[in-house]
Structures are given as C-alpha cells and as structure tokens.
Nanobody
C-alpha cells in the first residue's frame, strides 16, 4: 500500500528553521514527482515546492523562494523541505503529495495532479 508520512513540524520562532520529512512506503520516491503544499486556517491550500521525478527539477512558490529548499534522499526514500528564515505567515499544516504524471513549471501547483497525500504536519511560527 502506497503511503506518505510527514514529520518535522513544530513550534519555531520567527527567523528560525525547520526541516520537514516526507517518507514513502510502497513505492520509490524517485519514481514520482513530490510536491509540498500547505494550508493555513481559513485559507486555501497552496503549492509550496516540488521536486520532479524525471530530472529532479525543483520549483518554489514566490513566497518561499530563497528561504525553502526541497531535496530527495533516494537511499532513505525520503523527500525533505528545509525551511529557513521562517515567518508567522508560514504557519500552516504542511502536506507532501506524490504524482505519477510528469510535472512541469506550470503544472506542479495543481493539487488534482497528485495521486497520494500524507496526513500533514503542523508548523507554527510564533514568538
């Protein structure tokens, strides 16, 4: 059974860092594009970042570019989201998701293209 499990969320002060992990079981992560999404209270879910299966290309939302870095460890079958210089507006539940279809610059944000989702991990940025 294909499964994604996020971890690494928590409470951090503004300017701090967290690293989220997305561990997969039932498939190898490098065979799928992996996206990170987040949803803050009262807001719509938004795409944060993606690492593609074919070329390992990475994409970021404008709001996190330069602060967040997505990476993949094939040996551990895990994708990471390193989050630095965190801001209160980064507070949200973060989800990772896997897509079988190829994703590109203009398609990675489309949640409907992802086939499997984790249950999320809460990130709270507050002093």
């Amino acid at each position: 059974q294909l499964q994604l499990v996020e971890s690494g969320g928590g409470l951090v002060q503004p300017g701090g860092s967290l690293r989220l992990s997305c561990a997969a079981s039932g498939f190898t992560l490098d065979s799928r594009s992996i996206g990170w999404f987040r949803q803050a209270p009262g807001k719509e879910r938004e795409g944060v970042s993606c690492i593609t299966s074919s070329t390992g290309s990475t994409y970021y939302a404008d709001s996190v570019r330069g602060r967040f870095t997505v990476s993949r460890d094939n040996g551990k079958n895990t994708v990471y989201l390193q989050m630095n210089s965190l801001k209160p507006e980064d507070t949200a539940v973060y989800y990772c998701a896997a897509a079988q279809r190829p994703l590109f610059r203009f398609t990675w944000r489309t949640a409907e293209y992802y086939d499997y989702w984790g249950k999320g991990t809460l990130v709270t940025v507050s002093s």
